[in-house]
């Protein structure tokens, strides 16, 4: 069997480009700014605030969760999705890492 391309890269790479994967479309980033602005858990309030049918936000709610970033808890027929901390705090930590590599290059002479 051959090698993923996937497998050229170290986990910590894969795993930030899945995230980046994640956040990469404008109606995931607003189901999380949402999240982060009720700064609580949330379940139908969504199609209303986004304008979105229910099935679209399901499917990026999906995305969300299967990257960790959200989590979500079922009661009856209710699911509540709210922020996953700890897997925020290693994805902001990831991002940092490598934001904070960049050098200022008005320092010096670039390309």
Same mark, same amino acid.
């Given at each position: 069997?051959?090698? *993923? ?34 700064? $609580?858990?949330?379940? !139908? ?12 936000? $399901? ?8 990257? !960790?970033?959200?989590?979500? *808890?079922?009661?009856? *027929? =209710?699911? =509540? ?24 290059? $008005? $320092?010096?002479?670039?390309?």
């Amino acid at each position: 069997m051959g090698v *993923t391309k996937s497998d050229l890269f170290t986990e910590a790479q894969n795993d930030l480009a899945l995230a980046a994967k994640a956040l990469a479309h404008p109606a995931r980033v607003a189901i999380i700014e949402f999240l982060l602005k009720s700064d $609580s858990c949330i379940n !139908g309030d969504l199609v209303k605030e986004l304008g979105l049918a229910q099935a679209t936000i $399901s499917q990026h709610l999906r995305e969300l969760k299967d990257i !960790g970033i959200i989590q979500g *808890t079922i009661e009856g *027929t =209710s699911v =509540s999705y709210c922020i996953n901390a700890r897997r925020w705090a290693e994805i902001q930590k990831q991002f940092d890492k490598i934001f904070n590599q960049f050098k200022d290059p $008005s $320092s010096k002479d670039c390309c």
